[in-house]
């Protein structure tokens, strides 16, 4: 995230506008559904032209801690990581065990990110909600998030990838207060098959039906007030 803030904050940042226009539409798998709500929170309160009219997740699960979650994969900042990490056990470990690594890295420092607190105009008891701002960026300044299409497996996956369905019995996710707080910014849920490693499977998506659903949401997003 700490990357997002600093290309962002460059002079020189600049984005391939869609057809031509300042209008940028953010996407993102799982983890990358929260880099891009932190790159359209930072364009919002920079001075950049362009405007993020509206973001399209891929079974993004909420980062952090839950009340009532009921798997027991939740995975503290404080977690230590136990693998082995000399550069010898490393040169022994197959792409799959360093990609389980990595995912623990990221499981770990995840719930210390300071999630984007907008200004909505929501009351100030549902603005106690957000997460606190450390950006940088004035708390006065009126923001609010691109409205957002979220795309949820339906199915669990298996033992080892349970810390991605550790918040699958909320209907957002887990997003549920974030949303309330942030201006209800979730306009849609959208049901799909697979678990969350599985979305993209060759039996489960297809190139003309992907690129129709991205037409049709790139209208309705735009269309948004």
């Not at 803030?5 to 798998?29: H, I």
């Not at 920079?46 to 993020?52: A, D, L, W, Y």
């Not at 603005?127 to 979220?150: C, F, H, V, W, Y």
């Not at 209907?171 to 910014?185: Q, T």
Request: aromatic share 8%; net charge positive; proline share 5%.
């Amino acid at each position: 995230m700490g990357v997002a803030r600093e290309r962002v904050s460059k002079a020189t940042f600049q984005l391939l506008p869609l057809y031509k226009t300042n209008v940028s539409l953010k996407s993102g798998w799982s983890l990358g559904g929260c880099l891009s709500l932190e790159m359209a929170h930072q364009i919002a309160v920079s001075k950049s032209k362009v405007r993020v009219a509206g973001m399209l997740w891929v079974d993004t699960v909420f980062p952090q801690h839950v009340p009532g979650e009921t798997l027991s994969t939740w995975v503290g900042p404080n977690e230590r990581i136990t693998e082995g990490t000399s550069e010898a056990q490393i040169s022994a470990m197959t792409n799959k065990e360093l990609s389980k690594i990595n995912m623990m890295h990221a499981r770990r420092m995840v719930p210390s990110w300071n999630m984007p607190a907008w200004t909505t105009g929501a009351s100030k008891s549902e603005e106690q909600k957000a997460a606190p701002r450390n950006d940088g960026s004035e708390r006065g300044q009126r923001s609010m998030p691109p409205p957002t299409i979220l795309l949820r497996a339906r199915e669990m996956g298996d033992k080892e990838s349970a810390f991605v369905d550790r918040t699958r019995e909320f209907r957002m996710l887990g997003w549920e207060r974030y949303n309330e707080a942030n201006g209800r910014f979730i306009r849609d849920i959208v049901d799909i098959q697979g678990s969350h490693f599985t979305v993209f499977g060759f039996d489960k998506v297809s190139l003309p039906f992907g690129r129709g659903i991205v037409l049709q949401e790139k209208k309705r997003i735009t269309s948004s007030p």
